[in-house]
């Protein structure tokens, strides 16, 4: 059963180009920046997101525990450039690079796992903890912890991707849920990177273990992700 939070239910987030930023241009027109003429029309993901995944590829590339066939495997060749140019956390870059250099990283670091993946997201949203964005999230919280996981996550949802209809919603009892519409752009394995994500955000506003698990509906354009404490 819903329950209605003065707080936080009913809060939903279309997210779309800044007013005044032309759609058809992500990132500043210098051909010299990778991410120059990159469509902000067409599915996007953040910096924030993409740099850490090609910068650690670039890595593993240059010091031979990535090789040329491993990029042959995974990469189309015009992937190549966002590994051999400096990427910005501030740029915009098209989501179906981001899963081929994600998946890239995931098949020489591990096994290709759903579990490898949602371990990524766990690890991603503790960099983004170093930035101080969840310096709130205290003993303070404990009680509050699933109406203060859906304030981060709905405003971070904003900034990390260009499509999607993000919703909150709270829970009878101890948890939530959190609603994902028009996410048909959205791979399996941001998917399983974003329910690790959710799932460090949780924990860290919970003080404790919070299990998330996610469904996805047949057309792939309805992604929802459950929160509950543990233990």
């Known amino acids: 059963m ?46 924030t997101i993409f740099k850490p995944v090609a910068s ?18 995974h990469l189309k060749p015009d992937d190549e450039i966002f590994l051999k140019r400096e990427t910005a956390i501030s740029n915009w ?19 290709g796992s759903a579990e490898f993946s949602i371990e990524a997201g766990r690890r991603s949203a503790e960099r983004v ?23 981060i996550l709905i405003t971070l949802a904003g900034s990390f991707f260009n499509f999607g209809h993000w919703e909150w919603l709270g829970l009878e009892g101890d948890g939530f849920e959190v609603e994902v519409t028009e996410a048909a752009p959205m791979p399996e394995i941001v998917v399983h990177g974003t329910q690790g994500f959710i799932e460090y955000l949780a924990c860290r506003a919970a003080g404790g273990a919070v299990a998330v ?15 509950h404490r543990v233990g």
């Open 129 to 151: 903890g170093e930035l101080g964005i969840y310096s709130q999230l205290d003993e303070r919280t404990r009680e509050t912890w699933a109406d203060e996981t859906g304030r």
């Open 56 to 73: 650690e590829i670039a890595v593993m590339l240059a010091d031979g525990r990535i090789d040329r066939d491993d990029l042959r495997a």
């Open 93 to 111: 870059y098209p989501i179906d690079i981001y899963e081929r250099l994600a998946r890239l990283l995931a098949a020489v670091q591990g096994d």
């Open 213 to 227: 698990t996610h469904q996805r509906s047949p057309d792939g354009d309805r992604i929802r992700f459950r929160a």
């Open 2 to 47: 819903l329950r209605q939070s003065p707080l936080v239910i009913g809060w939903s987030r279309r997210l779309r180009a800044p007013t005044g930023i032309n759609p058809a241009r992500s990132n500043a027109d210098d051909s010299s920046n990778p991410g120059a003429f990159v469509r902000r029309d067409n599915p996007c993901i953040k910096g």
